[in-house]
């Protein structure tokens, strides 16, 4: 009789491999902001049981104990919703408007907290995410002829929006079925996939292509890579095009700073950019210049949302912000004030209290995988997530897009655990010796 298996692959590890496989059936279903904050609540009830309800015939065992970093996190998301309770206050508003703010934070911001607490608790591998991701790049590249062709067919823009937009949302593209959109700048097409706007397209693409350089098998990653920048150049980003260059290859530099022949092969470059320094400085301003000019209207409307955002959180509520968002005045084509910009959003509606409640985790995040990323694989691709989560903030509102970037705060809670794990060897040693 065959012996059964030791350690069968765990639930959580198969909930997460079919959410991320199943991207795309879902997205033409119109479910994937319904998706998301599931997946989340389930994971943590996993968590929760896991840790809290055990019997001497549990399979498993405990969760291990919540690394720091994790807890930096839920304390911080629990920070955002006090600070919304605290504009609510301030501003006397309803309490049906504090409910659906709520319910807001719990579909968004929350969010950050339970992947990353899933990350870290469960059993959840690192290659499983890696693998499911690459199926969904394979999906994306195969349809990438549809999409780009769908505008020279005449196809419409959305297809159909699904009827789960009852439920509540931020908006009908949320739920909405799109081949493309069309830019009113410039009147061409830009591409979204399975987000709800183009920008949000260069985020997951980034994401995508990050892990696709962490996959161990030639041919998916291969697959992966090109998938990923289809995503990034189709998508007509500016911000996703700087990030595809600057992230993977920063986190990759700092993993190698232990490695003395990097800081050798550095001397020349910072010679001789030291020498060149005021023409390589004009050089760089004209190609500011020139980024900004890529898309000049859009670039007037966020740079005026924000100056619009600072004025009135520093006047008007400096401590807890205005508790709900605003629309703009027509100046700014009635874009709700802070938008496009998570650090400015988070000014306007949460105060300086819910800036500290993002930056605070943040920065530990950085700092912990900086330093995992000098001995481990999986320091490095969480240290590149961070950096590219902290590059779009100021590009986006991030707790909107946390129902399609979770499997990076999954990875980040699987990072973090890791380190924790390596800390309590270090004192284990240390006490030892």
Not at 141 to 158: D, K, Q, S, W
Request: glycine share 10%.
């Amino acid at each position: 009789m065959a012996a059964p298996a030791a350690d069968p692959r765990p639930v959580e590890d198969y909930l997460v491999a079919l959410a991320l496989a199943g991207t795309w059936p879902v997205y033409f279903l119109g479910g994937l902001y319904v998706l998301g904050p599931v997946l989340g609540v389930l994971l943590t009830a996993i968590v929760l049981v896991r840790k809290y309800v055990r019997t001497p015939t549990t399979p498993r065992p405990a969760p291990p104990p919540v690394p720091i970093g994790v807890w930096f996190w839920i304390a911080g998301m629990g920070l955002m919703q006090i600070a919304l309770l605290g504009g609510h206050w301030s501003y006397e508003l309803s309490a049906g408007q504090t409910v659906k703010s709520t319910i807001g934070w719990a579909k968004g911001w929350a969010l950050f907290a339970m992947f990353i607490l899933a990350g870290a608790c469960l059993d959840i591998r690192f290659e499983t995410v890696i693998r499911a991701t690459g199926l969904t790049a394979l999906i994306s590249l195969l349809l990438t002829p549809v999409l780009y062709l769908a505008p020279m067919a005449g196809l419409p823009e959305v297809l159909f929006v699904s009827p789960l937009k009852a439920i509540g949302g931020p908006g009908p593209e949320f739920f909405a079925v799109q081949l493309y959109s069309m830019d009113p700048a410039d009147g061409l097409p830009r591409w979204r996939y399975f987000t709800p706007w183009s920008p949000a397209a260069a985020l997951i693409g980034n994401l995508y292509l990050i892990l696709a350089i962490e996959d161990r098998r030639v041919v998916w990653r291969i697959i992966g890579i090109v998938s990923a920048i289809a995503i990034i150049v189709l998508s007509k980003s500016r911000l996703g095009l700087v990030t595809a260059v600057l992230v993977w290859p920063s986190a990759f530099g700092i993993s190698q700073l232990r490695r003395s022949i990097l800081w050798l092969a550095a001397a020349v470059p910072v010679f001789f950019a030291g020498l060149f320094s005021p023409v390589l400085l004009a050089q760089l301003g004209a190609a500011y210049d020139g980024f900004r000019g890529m898309r000049a209207n859009s670039t007037r409307v966020r740079e005026a949302l924000g100056r619009i955002a600072i004025d009135r959180w520093w006047h008007e509520a400096p401590v807890w912000g205005h508790g709900v968002v605003e629309r703009g005045p027509h100046y700014v084509e009635y874009m709700p004030i802070g938008s496009h910009h998570t650090w400015f959003g988070l000014l306007f509606v949460k105060g300086i209290v819910g800036v500290a409640a993002l930056a605070i985790p943040l920065l530990w995040s950085l700092l912990e995988f900086a330093l995992l990323s000098l001995s481990s694989r999986m320091g490095r691709a969480a240290l590149a997530i961070t950096i590219l989560l902290v590059l779009f903030t100021v590009g986006e509102n991030l707790e909107i897009l946390t129902y399609l970037f979770w499997p990076g705060l999954v990875i980040m809670g699987i990072a973090m655990r890791e380190a924790a794990e390596r800390r309590s060897s270090i004192i284990a040693a240390a006490r030892a010796s």
